[in-house]
């Protein structure tokens, strides 16, 4: 690991210190203490994990007669709460899963597997919190869903205004 800069160590290019300067250099000092990195899931992964939750949803959607030909707003519906899922998901693993600078600077080929084998554990039981978060208050959406249509019934049913 690189020493912090020290305080009155000058730097190749004659700077002024500054107070961000010295920020910086005191953040740096107690890297070793506050520093902690966390997996952050991206690009075709992330895509993988928000498909699957989208995918989920209409089925579970379907499950109870919820079509997309009934409400043309279940489209963005799945989009954002597929979305909204997966960062759940994300940010659980992350909590879960930070690793502090000595630990990443220590770290070999068998500390390795044994965190992959934690990541899997961690991601499975947060797929399955979020999977179980939204059907909990799938219910209440029926019931909007129902409210609409009764809506729209009263409204093919009544007299033109």
Known sequence: ????PKK?????IDFKSSPSQELTSALIA???HDLIFTPRIMGESLYMLQRYFQDFIKEQLEARSVTFGDHPLLLPFMETHARELAEF?????GLNHHIRLTDLEALGPDPERIRRLDLL???SAHIKNAEDHFLSGVGGLQQILGSIEDMQNLRKDGPDT
Not at 1 to 4: A, I, N, V
Not at 89 to 93: E, F, K
Request: aromatic letters at 4%.
């Open 1 to 4: 690991m690189t020493d912090p």
């Open 89 to 93: 998901v994300v940010t659980g693993v």
């Open 121 to 123: 554990d961690s991601f």
């Open 30 to 32: 107690r890297a070793e």
């Open 8 to 12: 009155n160590a000058r730097s190749p």
